[in-house]
């Protein structure tokens, strides 16, 4: 099974115009061959993605809600797993 949506953003990929260059991830969280955020800052990745559905012409208020889901996709629980929030320095 593979799966429908990015693991990072959850953007589904039908809705993905870009040329994806990864199974797992969108055209837009994996380019040239790397992730694009490589942080593990979800809130900011949740303003970064929110800003650039904005800019591709989402209503705000959509691209917020879109956002709430984004600490629930398949790459942040990884992150979460590996290490705990507070280990950040
Ligand atoms: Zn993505």
Redesign the pocket.
């Known amino acids: 099974m593979t799966s429908q949506s990015?693991e990072?953003?959850l953007?589904p990929f039908k809705k993905d115009n870009g040329k994806r260059e990864s199974e797992l991830?969108?055209s837009?969280?994996f380019k040239e061959g790397e992730l694009v955020y490589k942080e593990d800052d979800i809130k900011q990745f949740q303003q970064y993605c929110c800003q650039s559905m904005i800019k591709n012409g989402t209503n705000q208020y959509l691209a917020k809600f879109y956002t709430l889901f984004i600490p629930f996709a398949p790459h942040w629980r990884k992150l979460k797993k590996i290490k705990p929030l507070k280990s950040k320095e």
Request: with cysteine.
């Open positions: 990015c990072m953003c953007m991830y969108c837009y969280c």
